[in-house]
Nanobody, 123 residues
Framework: DVQLVESGGGSVQAGGSLRLSCAASGYTYSSACMGWFRRAPGEEREGIASIGSDGTTTYADSVKGRFTIFRDNSKKTLFLQLNSLQPEDSDMYYC??????????????????WGPGTQVTVS
């Protein structure tokens, strides 16, 4: 079974940084399109970043230049570096393994698997 477990969330002040991690198992991780999406209660999901098996990345305009997605295939771990955080970045963040569709941030959160999420709060 595919399992994704996020960690690294927390509470920070505006302008601060966090690094989120996602440990993956049960899938050929190195060949998978991975990404991050976020969602606040009662709101629509927002795909924010994707990374393909070849390392190609895409970002939503809302996070471009501030967030960086990267992966360590040897450890089957996905990361999201969050810099210059703002209160509007406060959300639950989810790691996603995309199983259908092009590997772009717009598709992150659609078909595939995701973890339980990790909360980011910026004040």
């Amino acid at each position: 079974d595919v399992q994704l477990v996020e960690s690294g969330g927390g509470s920070v002040q505006a302008g601060g940084s966090l690094r989120l991690s996602c440990a993956a198992s049960g899938y050929t991780y190195s060949s998978a399109c991975m990404g991050w999406f976020r969602r606040a209660p009662g709101e629509e999901r927002e795909g924010i970043a994707s990374i393909g098996s070849d390392g190609t990345t895409t970002y939503a305009d809302s996070v471009k230049g501030r967030f960086t997605i990267f992966r360590d295939n040897s450890k089957k771990t996905l990361f999201l570096q969050l810099n210059s955080l703002q209160p509007e970045d406060s959300d639950m963040y989810y790691c996603h393994l995309l199983t259908s569709g092009h590997c772009t941030f717009q598709n992150i959160g659609d078909y595939g698997f995701w973890g339980p999420g990790t909360q980011v709060t910026v004040s």
